[in-house]
Every structure is written in C-alpha cells, then in structure tokens.
C-alpha cells in the first residue's frame, strides 16, 4: 500500500458540540460549540492546555460521553455509544492484566466471534505490524510502558477502525521512547490509513505528527486556531529542528501562552466526571 | 561471593532463631503442666505436657477412628464451603453488577449478616430434620459472608476504564461480563475464599462439639467429656492444621488460575 491510496471512510463532522459535565454537583461546561470537519484519512491532532476539554470531545466521539448540544457524525452515520469503528487509546493503557498480548490484541475480533485459529493469525501479524514480534505470551504487566501502549494500538487496530482517537497515548512515556512511538505510530499509519485525531499538550508531537493543529482554548474549550502542516512525508527526526518547524512552534507556544495568567484545571478524562455512575446505567 | 554468603548465614540464622522460639514455648508449656503451675487463676493442673499429647497423637493415628473422624469434617467442609463458593460468589456477581440486584438481595443479607455463624447452632439443629444437614448449614453460613462480600468489592473495585474499553472494542453485556468482570474480580474473590475456608473450619468445630456424633470437633469436646485431656490438645492442634492447609491450598489454586496476578508486585 502506498501513502496516497484514497481513503474513502472516516469522516469525522462535529457540528456545534456543547458538553457539560458533573451534572448534579458542579456542572460546568467542558466544551463550548465545537465545530470541527476531518477529512477520511487525515491526521489531526488537538492541541490545548490541560483541562480544556480535550479528551472530553475526544469521549463524546468514542460515544462514552452524550452531548449536550450538537451533533458527530462519523461518515454521515450520527454518533450512538462506542463502537469498534472507532477504536480508543488511552493516556494509561487499558489492557486485560489477565490476558497476554495476543490474546489482548485479538479481543475484538473474540467480540465479533471470529474462529480462536483465525483471530489468533490476525492478532499475531498486528503485534509485527506494532514490532512486537515474540512478546505474544508476555502478560502486560511483563511489558514497559512503551510496549503497552504499542499492544493497545494493535489492539483497536485489529478492528480495522474508520477513526482512531487517540488520548495523550505517549504522555506518560519517557521522551526517547516516545520520539520512537512517534514515528512507529507514523509508519503503522502509512500502512493502515484510517482517520486519527490525535490529543496532545505536547506542541512538538502534535507537529511532527499532524496534517492539521487545532489549537483550542482553556475552559470551556473552543477550536481558536487551525495549522495546516505541510512537511514531508514520511517524517523524520530532522523536521524536529528546521526553520519552519521552530516558527510554527514559536506561534503555538504564543497562542497557547495567551492565557497562562489563568489557574490551571484538573485533567479531565474521555469517561467525564462520574465515570462509574454513567458506565452502570449506560449499560 | 561475600554477598550470597551472608545471605546463606543470615537465612540460617533466622531459621534458628524461629526454631528456637518454637522450642521454647513447648519447653514452657513442659514446665508449666509438669510442675503443675498454679498462678493467678490460671492452673496448669489438668493440662496435658507435650510428650503425653505426643503420645496420645500417636495412638491417634494408629486407631480407626482418626479416618472417620477426619472423614466426617472433611466431608461437612467440603459440602458447606463449595455451597457457600457458588451461593457467595453468584450473589456477589450481581450485587456488584446490577443495581436491580443490590435493592433485592442486600438487604436480608445485610440483616443476617452481623449474626455470628455459632448463634445459627440452636435453630439450626430446630430447622433440619438431620443433625449433619444442621452442621452443614453452619458452615455454609459461616464461608458464605466473606466470600459474597469479597465478592462484591472485588466487582465493584473493577477500573472502568476496562469496562469502557471493552465496550469500545465491541464487547456487549453479556460478554463483558465474562470477559471482564469476572476475571478483574478474581484476586477478591480468591481472598474471600481463601478467608470463608478459616471460618468454615471455626464454625464447623463449634457445630460439631454441640451436635456431632464423629469429626475432629466432636473428638475434641468427648476427650473432654471423658477427661481424656491430652486427646483435647491433639484435637486443637488437627484443627489448626486442617485449617492453615485448606485455606493454602486455596490461595495455591488461585496462584494456579491467575499466573498474571502477583499479589507482592502490586505492593511494591
């Protein structure tokens, strides 16, 4: 396959999105009429301070988090609770403790009853995909962060997902490993094109990264500012010092800085404020 | 060298010490009930010293009886823990789970609960025809609270990050269920057993002095009864063993069925 193979689904269309969140005690507004179009197969990251509401959209799109106005569609279809065409990957992994990689990696197609045999293929040649060729039987807790997070990549993958939404997934890594899991992210994307909206407070990951910035807002979030990317591909660490690449960074420290008189917030998560509440009745 | 060396020494060292702090108190108790100590209310008089329950715990094991004995608790434990696992642990399940389930079951179960399972002994020898069934069914009460209540934090300490992703990734209720519930529950509930299998014993041992006719409780009280007082000492020491062994083979089949649970990584 090659990078420019047209890609016909994973439209992402967000159409005046309102969420408040902790209803009950202290309802506030986590995002503020957000409007957003992505192109099938674009790579888009948003990028924002903490707390503004960020994994929020990033929930309401996964279909963990109702709206409170507005509407998602992805690919005209409107938005109704998760689906694996829109696979989710944590900041902290979420994987099964209780299952190896493989069998982690292979959930969602045990999900779509698909043969042990089969699915274990399928799941073997996506953990290669992920390079992590011979760590099948390793038990996550047998992995480092890195390795974690390639396994729960492989493991929305295997569904072959319209969107991939991404929350902070390198956040927690240390700065060389995530360099690395930038640009495995990158060459994986080149072979299985699919949508990915990207979250990051990172100004150079979403740089290196994206085709597209969006730049949004403290509390309650706003899309403030679009950066169209236009680097090469595929990418490779020397963009990380180029000219164009240090203005750009200097505009987005700039517009990112705007309000940093502000107090900080809290880290909000893509499953809202009263997660254990909302899972129960949802299901 | 130096290192594994000293690490040689300060193991063997311990082992002594512990060995030694054994020693004495069976050297404690020899002096105690040989010199017949009488000391602030507490008399030694009619307590056996070591080497008569030594012998006495020979003659045990040499006699008939010590199989039927040990068959009847055995037998009692085994029926009243396993109804107790699938009473406790179905129940438990669902309490955790569902809401419709807490509102219906929990609270006559939060009622009997604070009943010690022992208070159960007079209406339970009044509520069944057969005095085994009535032993059976203190056991049963006694295993069945902490493994419904382990149960049920176990399920309700499940990360919903988990639940989500699960169900981001196609998994339905049924199968989340299954697939995630039960198995994130399991280090709860394999400690809930493991804690039901020690109280099962404690209740049973009460059940039987009252209404028994074999088992290592019943042994225990008739050796009183007939003032057979070292039979007393060795019938304690077969329930603390019973008891120590059972409750480990639980945790080593735990061990067996979750190889990707380290309880001692968690920890640290």
């Known amino acids: 396959m090659n990078e420019n193979a047209a890609v016909d689904s994973g439209r992402i269309d967000i159409e005046h999105l309102s969420i408040h969140l902790g209803a009950g005690r202290q309802p506030f507004e986590a995002l503020h009429d957000v409007s957003i179009s992505v192109e099938p197969g674009e790579f888009v990251c948003l990028l924002g301070p903490s707390g503004c509401g960020k994994s929020t959209l990033l929930g309401a799109l996964a279909g963990h988090l109702k709206p409170s106005h507005g509407e998602i569609r992805v690919d005209g279809k409107p938005v109704h609770g998760p689906h694996p065409e829109r696979g989710l990957v944590f900041q902290h992994h979420t994987l099964f403790p209780w299952k190896n990689a493989l069998d982690n990696v292979a959930f969602g197609l045990k999900m779509k009853g698909v043969a042990s045999k089969e699915r274990r293929e399928q799941a073997r040649e996506m953990l290669r995909l992920v390079a992590l060729e011979g760590f099948e039987d390793r038990y996550p807790s047998q992995l480092s962060g890195g390795m974690q997070q390639r396994v729960e990549i492989a493991r929305v993958l295997i569904n072959h997902p319209r969107v991939l939404l991404m929350d902070e997934p390198f956040g927690a890594l240390d700065a060389q490993t995530r360099l690395n899991m930038q640009e495995l992210l990158l060459e994986v994307w080149s072979r299985i094109r699919t949508t990915v909206l990207f979250i990051t407070h990172d100004i150079d990951e979403s740089l290196f990264l994206a085709d597209r910035i969006l730049i949004m807002s403290p509390r309650p979030g706003r899309i403030i500012e679009e950066i169209k990317l236009d680097f090469p591909r595929p990418r490779v660490e020397d963009i990380l010092t180029s000219q164009r690449f240090v203005e750009l960074k200097q505009h987005c420290l700039q517009l990112l800085r705007h309000d940093s008189h502000s107090v900080p917030l809290e880290r909000l998560n893509p499953l809202g404020d009263d997660v254990t509440i909302d899972l129960q009745l949802a299901d | ?268």
């Open chain 2, 1 to 268: 060298m130096i290192d594994t060396t000293t690490i040689v020494a300060a193991r063997l060292l311990k082992l002594l010490v512990q060995s030694l702090a054994l020693l004495a108190c069976v050297l404690l108790w020899h002096l105690l009930s040989i010199n017949r100590v009488q000391l602030l209310g507490l008399t030694f008089v009619n307590v056996p010293p070591p080497v008569e329950v030594l012998a006495a715990a020979w003659e045990l094991l040499h006699s008939p009886k010590l199989l039927h004995h040990l068959g009847s608790s055995l037998y009692r434990v085994a029926i009243g823990f396993s109804v107790a696992a699938l009473f406790g642990i179905a129940l438990g399940l669902l309490i955790g789970r569902y809401r419709w389930a807490r509102n219906a079951l929990l609270p006559p179960l939060e009622v009997l609960r604070p009943i010690p399972a022992v208070a159960w002994i007079p209406l339970a020898i009044l509520m069944f025809t057969s005095s085994e069934a009535s032993m059976i069914y203190i056991t049963f009460i006694g295993a069945l609270f902490p493994i419904l209540l382990n149960t049920i934090h176990g399920v309700e300490g499940v990360d919903p990050r988990l639940i989500a992703a699960a169900r981001s990734l196609g998994g339905r209720r049924a199968a989340i269920f299954i697939e995630v519930i039960v198995p994130a529950a399991a280090p709860a509930i394999v400690t809930g057993l493991s804690i039901g299998m020690g109280t099962c014993w404690f209740c049973l041992v009460s059940a039987e002095m009252i209404s028994g006719q074999f088992g290592i409780g019943y042994y225990t009280w008739e050796s009183y009864s007939v003032q057979n007082y070292a039979n007393i000492v060795v019938g304690m020491l077969l329930i603390g063993g019973l008891g120590m062994g059972s409750s480990q083979l639980i945790r080593v089949a735990g061990q067996w069925f979750m190889p990707w649970y380290k309880p001692d990584e968690k920890a640290a």
